[in-house]
């Protein structure tokens, strides 16, 4: 079924609109919950958060690319459960220390701190939109999805070399592009 | 690890959740059907279903409160007078408010109203906007700035350090010296920009929040001198310009008087009104050199534009040219400026060369050459590395050729990459000139160690220099290939190998010798390794790490080793030992409740089928198991020289060693040749009370006194009672208390068993 008819399912508040998103990226949503989730449990429980989450938000969100929504969605599920997880299994009073530096980067720190998250994603949204397509894409697989090197050279036809060599050099000027902007890294 | 550093950062890792979704869509076209992963079996898939029925069933549930709650509020608003009266009624959003007042400046913020705007700053930035309402409307000089209310729009400027903000809106030029602008509205947290392409505010609010920001800053007043007899724009010519601008609303140079008549170095520069003609040129980095010739005069820009405006129209050079907008005399006027006043102004600083004492400098006319060619030669290495990637994907030559050469060109300007650009670091290492041959380190801030021998001699380039070139007839070449093709003689190598000793000379105290170090050959390592491995397996974790292939020659190769604390099957615990690849300073990791610190910087890792995992990661993943997090924690500290007996209590010899491990690198890691030993005085259910000592460690014969919880604890020296306690974990016996890893009664035990070893120390 096409997306758009999916999205006219939830709005007139059809049930038959869960059941098409599964059957069509159902796979998807599995797939890249298992980047971020080991336990099969996890990923499937996240899938499902993302289903619920579809049925609340739209309406009144109407994606335009229903796809890239359900991704969206599905990856910020994911990486929620597994930063609950760690937490788990953490324990009390158990801290991992690099993360305890990290959030000391929070504490006292004012709001402008958050904002150059903000910034910093604009920056590189700007960075990425000069990328040619393949070298935005590889970008995206790697960062956003999490993807192994050996899975984006299946999906994308490249050589693993030539992956990695590409994954280099957007990061060097990346983070050149964001030294300028000033913005610490 | 060296391949994602740059990820590491909450921040950026932050960031990559902002990425446009048209990437992301963009992305998932290389996903198209994928296969099942594991396959629900059908009892599971029954579970599904049923879990979707009993999921949407809740989410009826809230859409129907979501649905009655506001109905309600409402209700209880209206017949009480106001909104936002009663702190305590819950407000779903700024749009249920009702103001008697279109625009308040001082409008005093309630906590109803503080309770809506901290649910949409939560919700965009991950925590409230402020605790109080006072917090809330804070109007701090130099710093946060409340602005009040405009209609239902509240108007915050938040501090932001090199944000200067000029632009233009409405019939005002905003120029502010900081910060960020952010309009919270309705359901939803707007920036500036955002903001400004609603219809949500009118020209009032405009004006009167123009008239704040004057107040809130009054003494930023854009000062403009010009020489005498230069035309000084008027605000109308400036409002004319601006609205006939054509750029983003992001990025404006005619925001203001200030911003279009300023004349700063790589940024802006004003020529002047020529007859009805304005001219600025702005340093724009999509804009490479253009030189033009005009009614006989020449015109060279290094980069940038400019702009001819004229009679609410703007022109190029090109089109400036075609439609004769400017007379011969102005032409000429306007070249007289440029000559006499615009290139000295805009001269390139030839001060970011590192000159080495006696090394002849070179021209001007050498210096402008070099760049135009170093610009070229790097535009042909983007453009076969662009179009290499284009043939990959399946483009026809054509259409690779174009998308190169643009990806190219863009890069290319972007990098701005220009060997005279002092504050883009793209500096050379000049070590002088031979004839017609030059000789340069092209500086690459994120270069590795380079060791080679050339012609006899051994050449160790320092980390953060490059490729040593040879420039000669407009064209770069690399020093070795030179020598190769005969383009260079032995006498040059030999002429660079000692320009090289001699700028290396002041920091050659650090590198043990001109050879690499012994340390740095594979096989190696820095410490010893418990495992042994393979040249040939090192090889390939190196390879794997370093992920760079036009780097791995062997002679580089032989600067990095692996050492291995762990190994099953085809898994291995590595830590990499390699020059120039950590930057970090002591950190540690907690796997399964075991620390592993890590003093240098360097990090283990498991190294399974060509992927890397931190310890973390893996133990999360399964690929390793609690039991192998422990005996890779009992390999690490093999490097530590320990006693294995403890007194007058007995402690388990692996406890031992996984204390002392931590407790050697928190303090300043190992010392060869020192011996560690444990004394322990109790034992408590969550630990041990003991003093560490070491033979490379004397403490001050100081006679000491701890008293914990009422109980005195003498010592004969300044070293006092530690307590270990998680397999690695050690603290003061007071820290142990309040942390609640030591009972009162064990702390008891503990001094009894203390003080009946040492009587001496309590006569």
């Known amino acids: ?185 | 690890m060296k391949k994602d550093t740059a990820f590491e950062d909450k921040r950026l890792l932050e960031a990559i959740n902002h990425i446009d979704s048209r990437y992301i869509s963009e992305a998932m076209e290389y996903y198209g059907d994928l296969p099942p992963v594991g396959g629900l079996p059908e009892r599971d898939k029954r579970v599904t279903r049923k879990s979707i029925r009993y999921a949407l069933a809740i989410a009826a549930c809230f859409l129907l409160i979501g649905a009655v709650i506001p109905v309600v509020t409402n209700i209880i608003q209206k017949f009480s007078g106001s909104a936002g009266g009663n702190p305590e009624e819950t407000i779903l959003s700024l749009e249920d408010f009702v103001y008697d007042t279109e625009i308040d400046t001082d409008h005093v913020i309630t906590e109803a109203e503080l309770g809506a705007i901290n649910k949409l700053w939560l919700y965009e930035f991950g925590k409230k906007f402020a605790e109080t309402p006072e917090e809330a409307m804070r109007r701090e000089t130099k710093g946060d700035f409340y602005f009040g209310r405009y209609g239902r729009t509240f108007v915050f400027y938040i501090k932001q350090f090199n944000m200067d903000m000029e632009f233009r809106w409405g019939k005002h030029n905003f120029v502010m010296p900081w910060g960020l602008f952010f309009f919270i509205n309705g359901d939803k947290v707007y920036t500036r920009q955002e903001f400004m392409v609603t219809d949500l505010f009118t020209q009032e609010h405009i004006d009167t929040l123009y008239d704040s920001c004057m107040n809130f800053y009054p003494t930023y007043v854009p000062v403009i001198t010009l020489p005498e007899g230069d035309h000084v724009l008027s605000s109308e010519e400036l409002a004319a310009m601006q609205e006939a601008f054509d750029g983003s609303v992001k990025y404006s140079i005619f925001a203001s008087l200030e911003s279009t008549m300023g004349r700063k170095q790589n940024s802006s520069y004003y020529f002047g009104k020529f007859g009805d003609t304005v001219i600025v040129w702005v340093n724009e980095v999509d804009e490479l050199r253009h030189g033009f010739e005009w009614s006989g005069y020449n015109f060279d820009f290094n980069f940038g534009r400019l702009y001819f405006y004229e009679n609410g129209k703007f022109y190029d050079h090109i089109t400036a040219a075609e439609n004769n907008i400017m007379t011969a005399e102005e032409i000429k006027a306007f070249y007289d400026h440029y000559s006499e006043r615009f290139v000295p102004f805009n001269a390139i600083p030839y001060t970011c060369l590192e000159f080495t004492d006696g090394v002849e400098k070179l021209t001007d006319a050498e210096m402008r050459s070099i760049d135009e060619a170093y610009a070229a030669w790097k535009y042909e290495q983007e453009y076969k590395y662009y179009y290499e990637i284009y043939i990959e994907s399946k483009y026809t030559e054509q259409e690779a050729h174009e998308s190169a050469d643009r990806a190219a060109y863009r890069q290319l300007s972007r990098d701005n990459r220009h060997f005279f650009k002092e504050e883009n670091y793209q500096t050379f290492r000049y070590y002088g000139k031979k004839g017609n041959k030059v000789f340069l380190v092209e500086k690459d801030r994120y270069a590795d160690w380079n060791v080679f021998d050339l012609a006899g001699y051994k050449f160790v380039i320092d980390g953060g220099a490059g490729d040593v070139l040879v420039y000669s007839g407009g064209e770069f070449t690399d020093l070795s290939e030179a020598y190769e093709k005969g383009m260079i003689s032995k006498e040059d190598v030999k002429f660079v190998y000692e320009r090289h000793l001699a700028y290396t000379e002041y920091f050659r105290d650090g590198m043990e010798e001109i050879a690499p170090p012994a340390r740095l050959k594979i096989g190696v390592p820095y410490n010893e390794s418990p495992i042994k491995l393979s040249e040939e397996l090192q090889r390939e974790i190196v390879w794997e790490y370093i992920a760079d292939s036009t780097r791995l020659e062997e002679d580089l190769m032989s600067s990095y080793a692996v050492r291995c604390y762990g190994r099953s099957g085809d898994t291995y615990a590595v830590m990499i030992d390699g020059p120039w690849l950590y930057t970090q300073a002591m950190r540690s990791e907690i796997v399964a409740g075991y620390t592993f610190s890590f003093s240098d910087g360097q990090q283990m890792y498991i190294y399974k089928q060509g992927e890397f995992y931190s310890l973390r990661k893996a133990y999360e993943l399964g690929i390793v198991t609690e039991e192998d997090i422990v005996a890779i924690k009992w390999a690490k500290t093999a490097p530590y020289t320990y006693e294995t007996a403890t007194a007058p209590i007995k402690i388990d010899e692996k406890e031992v060693a996984l204390y002392i491990s931590t407790y050697a690198v928190s303090k300043g890691g190992h010392k060869k040749g020192a011996v560690y030993s444990m004394r322990c005085y109790g034992k408590a259910e969550r630990g041990y009370a003991v003093f560490i000592d070491c033979t490379d460690k004397v403490y001050a014969e100081t006679r000491t006194v701890e008293t914990v919880c009422g109980y005195e604890f003498i010592y004969p020296t300044e070293q006092t009672m530690l307590f270990c306690y998680n397999w690695s974990d050690t603290s003061s016996l007071a820290e142990a208390l309040e942390n609640d890893y030591l009972e009162e009664s064990e702390l008891k035990e503990i001094y009894e068993t203390y003080r009946a070893e040492h009587p001496e120390l309590y006569k």
């Open chain 1, 1 to 185: 079924m096409k997306d758009e008819k999916i999205i006219e399912l939830f709005f007139a508040r059809d049930e038959e609109a869960i059941r098409e998103t599964q059957n069509k990226y159902g796979n998807l949503c599995l797939y890249i919950a298992a980047n971020f989730l080991a336990l099969r449990e996890d990923r499937e429980e996240c899938v499902n958060d993302t289903l619920l989450e579809l049925w609340q938000s739209i309406p009144p969100e109407k994606p335009i690319d229903l796809r890239a929504y359900v991704a969206t969605i599905v990856r910020s599920r994911a990486i929620d459960k597994s930063r609950a997880n760690n937490a788990w299994k953490r324990g009390g009073n158990v801290q991992i220390v690099g993360e305890e530096f990290l959030s000391m980067l929070d504490d006292g720190c004012d709001l402008a701190e958050d904002y150059e998250s903000v910034r910093a994603g604009r920056v590189i949204n700007d960075y990425l939109g000069a990328l040619p397509k393949p070298e935005r894409a590889v970008f995206i697989m790697r960062y956003w999805l999490d993807e192994s090197i050996t899975n984006i050279s299946a999906r994308t036809g490249f050589s693993e070399g030539r992956i990695k060599m590409m994954l280099m050099r957007t990061r060097k000027k990346l983070e050149e592009r964001l030294r300028l902007e000033g913005i610490t890294v």
